[in-house]
């Protein structure tokens, strides 16, 4: 071990899931420049929101009692539209501490950021998505169901369209077993970039709601698309429940 620490050159990024940034073909193109950049960022956006999150006011709902069912060792899908991305780390570190959460992040260099954020806050980010990478992501994925964390998926990731869920999440429901728990994450009066996805950044001493769905159970012989569509009907009614519960975010 000790000699493989001594072989990976100055500024390399170690993954969560213990893969060094040049054993990816994707970083392996990446300076030692780029490398550094990319971990310091990760850092100074974590410390960013660390204090940003201090000053939040935080409220759930939990009317189905899926963090209850999560305690006694049942698994779930925590399924986000991509512009809630800021709220994830917010939900183990104030809403439900001791939560293990695992999201997927796509192979590009600002999604590698972000995993260098939110891994300072216990969530284990997994490389793949959709359109590069998927069978390795379902991996990592199932392997971090295997160690207890709750998956976390983005349906309407990558790259959009905003707000419309597609059929990898059902894939992954399928492969596992695991039910999907639409989370909805809003924040009042939250400034909207002006991404694809409006992403959302809660302005400081704010109130951030999040209301978690029923379990959305697939049936391996369900059609995709009836899949498909429950999702994305859960994930919208969770979305409306959270932004009128946050006062309009």
Not at 34 to 40: D, F, I
Not at 183 to 199: E, F, I, N, P, T
Request: hydrophobic share 50%; no cysteine.
């Amino acid at each position: 071990m000790a000699a493989e620490k001594a072989s990976r050159p100055a500024g390399s990024a170690l993954a969560r899931d213990g893969t060094a940034a040049e054993d990816s073909p994707f970083r392996r193109r990446w300076s030692w420049r780029t490398r550094m950049g990319v971990v310091l960022a990760g850092r100074a956006i974590a410390l960013v929101l660390r204090l940003l999150y201090a000053t939040l006011r935080v409220q759930w709902a939990d009317p189905a009692g899926v963090i209850p069912a999560l305690r006694r060792g049942e698994g779930a899908i925590f399924a986000f539209w991509h512009d809630g991305l800021v709220l994830v780390p917010l939900l183990p570190l104030r809403a439900y501490p001791g939560l293990r959460l695992a999201v997927m992040l796509s192979w590009h260099r600002d999604a590698e950021i972000a995993a260098q954020a939110v891994a300072r806050f216990g969530v284990r980010a997994v490389r793949g998505s959709s359109t590069r990478g998927w069978l390795g992501g379902l991996r990592g994925l199932l392997a971090a169901h295997e160690r207890g964390e709750t998956i976390v998926v983005v349906p309407d990731g990558p790259r959009g369209p905003r707000h419309q869920a597609k059929d990898g999440v059902v894939q992954l429901a399928r492969a596992t077993g695991l039910p999907v728990v639409a989370v909805g994450a809003a924040a009042r009066g939250a400034r909207r970039l002006g991404s694809w996805d409006r992403m959302q950044i809660p302005r400081p001493f704010t109130r951030v709601a999040y209301v978690l769905s029923a379990p959305v159970r697939l049936a391996r012989d369900e059609p995709t698309a009836a899949g498909v569509a429950r999702v994305q009907a859960a994930l919208d009614e969770a979305a409306r429940a959270a932004g009128a519960a946050a006062g309009g975010g």
